[in-house]
């Protein structure tokens, strides 16, 4: 009896264990660390006030979410406040719009009061991202593996079903590293173990080399790729040719209407001269 006590007491030990590990497996990790800056109360309070007046209608009072027009706002930590109110895509014109690129809504001085009140929920801080810890070859073979089929190789943005992925030649670094940890509307998001901090670095500096590049070719119009600026070269050469034939064919008429009018006007003068001859 008491050997079976003891095999039944250490089957259970094993079995809390396994799922206490599974438990822990399981757990998300924070995107980023959770920001341990100190927020001054006066801030929150701040924050709470222009909250209310704002973003309430759609996020509830105490920012729990309503149901049908804004998601839960607790816990997503100063990292999604920051990004989407830096950004201009909060406030929403319609809970059913897609969050696009903007103007801020908010003053700087207004938009720290908000974020500190949504970080006052606890969650992740605003990453520090360092392009120039990164590698820009590292870089580029991230961005063309996981970031080029919706926002193309050069940045500039294009079509995916049901969104619009936007251009990315305003993101700035911080902006970049927020964006990759929350994944908006229809991005996928990564955490630290797709995309380690460094790597998020490497690809904020292969972003910024492709915001402002050296058009060495001449005429950059706009990065838009190969096949459609071979369309413009060739509309452009077709339009020069037309003008050129156009000049041409004017230069030719003149040239053969004017002996034509001085023929004419001679002719007229030798028809009068023999009239006179005549009658004299």
């Not at 207004?110 to 974020?115: D, E, R």
């Not at 972003?207 to 459609?228: A, F, T, V």
Request: net charge positive.
């Amino acid at each position: 009896m008491t050997v079976a006590a003891v095999v039944c007491g250490a089957l259970a030990l094993t079995d809390f264990a396994a799922r206490w590990d599974a438990g822990a497996a399981r757990a998300p990790s924070p995107a980023v660390p959770v920001s341990s800056v100190p927020v001054s109360s006066s801030l929150v309070t701040q924050g709470h006030a222009l909250f209310e007046s704002s973003c309430a209608s759609c996020h509830g009072m105490s920012a729990q979410g309503v149901r049908g027009r804004g998601p839960s706002l607790r816990g997503v930590g100063a990292l999604a406040a920051d990004f989407y109110l830096q950004t201009g895509r909060m406030p929403l014109p319609s809970p059913k719009a897609q969050p696009l690129r903007s103007s801020p809504a908010f003053p700087q001085s207004k938009i720290k009061a908000l974020v500190a009140y949504v970080a006052s929920f606890g969650g992740p801080g605003i990453p520090t991202v360092t392009p120039r810890r990164g590698s820009l070859a590292e870089g580029q073979r991230l961005f063309g593996l996981d970031c080029a089929g919706c926002h193309t190789i050069q940045g500039q943005g294009g079509i995916v079903t049901g969104a619009i992925a936007p251009s990315l030649n305003e993101a700035t670094p911080t902006q970049i590293g927020e964006a990759v940890r929350i994944g908006p509307y229809v991005m996928p998001r990564f955490g630290e173990g797709e995309l380690s901090q460094v790597q998020v670095s490497s690809l904020a500096r292969y972003i910024q080399s492709i915001q402002h590049p050296d058009n060495l070719g001449g005429w950059g119009i706009g990065r838009i790729g190969p096949i459609p600026e071979g369309m413009v070269a060739w509309l452009l050469a077709a339009a020069a040719l037309l003008l050129i034939a156009r000049l041409l064919g004017e230069r030719t008429r003149d040239e053969h209407e004017g002996p034509r009018g001085a023929g004419g006007a001679g002719g007229a003068g030798g028809a009068g001269g023999a009239g006179g001859a005549g009658s004299a």
